[in-house]
């Protein structure tokens, strides 16, 4: 210290630590960098959380319990009509795309490892072998589709939307993969079996309205459930 009561500077010319300049102390971060190592980044968070898990497994148990009123053939046709289409369209319009195809992926593999959860009690692998496997399987790009378009409608995609979404993914894109693979199971022409299929029409549009109505009706209430709402959260595009 000098006469003055001042600190003299340091040969080296560093600030003193007398001065108050603590803004060269090298932190943790900076000592890293000085050794040329750098720090990983923070985590991302996990795009699957349990609460999706829990919804993923509720429609899973949705689609199975709509298959409990049984199935009805009909004009001789050897797909059976059932109620669980409409679980695939409300697990599209209320999940959005992959959730909604992975409960649908989940049920078909409970249902590929025994359990009797397709309408009139049927499971097996048998099922693939039946004139109604191109259907079960295309439920899983259906409820993608649907929940594809649902989600485009943003955080508040109108009935409209939702009765297209359901009829692309949960009718058209189903009858797509379905009819072929019933053609080859049963040996029919491709346009007689598109024919008979016709027969699903009334009710499937039934059933895609209805979708739509109560997919409406449930993200009014919890404006969290609209497939878009979960993509911001987790940042998906």
Request: net charge positive; glycine share 16%.
């Amino acid at each position: 210290m000098t006469d003055d009561g001042k600190t003299p500077p340091r040969p080296d010319g560093a600030p003193s630590a007398a001065s108050g300049d603590t803004s060269a102390a090298p932190g943790p971060a900076a000592a890293h960098a000085a050794g040329g190592v750098r720090l990983p980044p923070p985590a991302a968070p996990s795009a699957f959380s349990g609460a999706d898990l829990a919804r993923v497994s509720v429609f899973a148990a949705l689609i199975a319990v709509l298959g409990l009123p049984g199935a009805l053939n009909v004009f001789g046709n050897a797909v059976p009509i059932t109620l669980q289409t409409l679980g695939v369209m409300l697990a599209g319009a209320i999940l959005g795309s992959w959730r909604a195809a992975l409960a649908v992926t989940v049920l078909i593999v409970l249902v590929l490892a025994g359990l009797p959860l397709l309408a009139g009690g049927r499971g097996g692998l048998g099922v693939l072998a039946g004139p109604s496997a191109g259907f079960l399987l295309g439920w899983i790009p259906g409820a993608a589709v649907t929940g594809w378009i649902v989600e485009r409608g943003g955080r508040a995609p109108g009935t409209v939307r939702l009765v297209a979404a359901c009829l692309a993914g949960g009718v058209a894109v189903i009858y797509l993969i379905g009819v072929p693979v019933q053609a080859a199971v049963t040996g029919l022409p491709l346009a007689q079996t598109a024919l008979l299929a016709a027969a699903f029409l009334p009710g499937d549009l039934a059933k895609a309205v209805l979708a739509a109505l109560i997919a409406r009706g449930t993200q009014r209430a919890y404006p969290g459930a609209v497939p878009a709402a979960g993509r911001l959260r987790t940042g998906g595009n």
